[in-house]
């Protein structure tokens, strides 16, 4: 089974731009979450969809949004960025939005903005 | 709100040596508990979990034991090799549907030398 996959890999933008990733979860996974990561904050729930819609969201700006598609497919939108989001944003799939449910991870993408 | 804290790193070892990286928690109800493992350049991986109090988790020669008295998750290795070098999260899940996330400690970068 395919794991989690996110495109693209990496990505660099200049300040004010807006970026769009992508995360396509495992087969059969209905919950799909992000996270930030960065070296000072460490990892951050951006926010949590289940069957197209945002049930949970972290502490971020409304800057921050996405959306998940009918086949759980997931994106996440950055607008007018700022230099301090760069990060790599993790995806998560979760077959449940149980808590003791494991949620599995994406690579990542890293973003840079100059 | 739920917090995890893990001991600051990095830390060093000599392979063979036994580890433990300290994990406590701050959460209202009764979370589950994960340990993930982040090699460099990709994304999380879910090492053991334990989803109620006394449960014992382990995987890889890794352990950890849910202690509610201490509010504890601690890991240990016996024995670590130098492919155990990595970055290791604590994590808690504390509620499902509309407040299923994770919350994650700030890592600890274990390093093993031949």
């Known amino acids: 089974k395919a794991g989690v996959t996110q495109t693209p890999r990496y990505l660099i933008k200049t300040r004010g731009q807006q970026v769009t990733l992508s995360c396509s979860p495992i087969s059969g996974h209905r919950s799909v979450s992000w996270y930030q990561q960065t070296p000072g904050q460490g990892l951050q729930f951006l926010f949590e969809y289940f069957s197209e819609t945002q049930r949970n969201k972290g502490n971020f700006p409304g800057r921050f949004s996405g959306r998940q598609f009918s086949n759980s497919r997931s994106e996440m939108n950055v607008s007018t960025l700022e230099l301090g989001d760069s990060a790599l944003y993790l995806c998560a799939s979760s077959l449940w939005a149980s808590g003791s449910n494991e949620q599995f991870f994406g690579p990542g993408t890293r973003l840079t903005v100059l | 709100g739920d917090s995890v804290t893990q001991m600051e790193g990095p830390v060093t070892l000599s392979e063979e040596a036994f580890l433990t990286i300290n994990c406590t928690y701050t959460?209202?109800?009764?979370?589950?508990l994960f340990w993930y493992v982040q090699y460099p350049g990709e994304g999380l991986q879910l090492l053991l979990k334990?989803?109620?109090?006394?449960d014992k988790g382990s995987n890889k020669g890794f352990e950890a034991t849910y202690r509610k008295e201490t509010t504890s998750f601690h890991l240990e290795k016996g024995s670590v090799q130098v492919s155990d070098s990595a970055v290791y999260f604590c994590a808690l899940s504390e509620g499902g549907g509309s407040n299923y996330k994770l919350t994650f400690g700030k890592g600890t970068l274990l390093t093993v030398n031949p």
């Open positions: 959460a209202t109800g009764y979370p589950s």
């Open positions: 334990a989803t109620k109090a006394d």
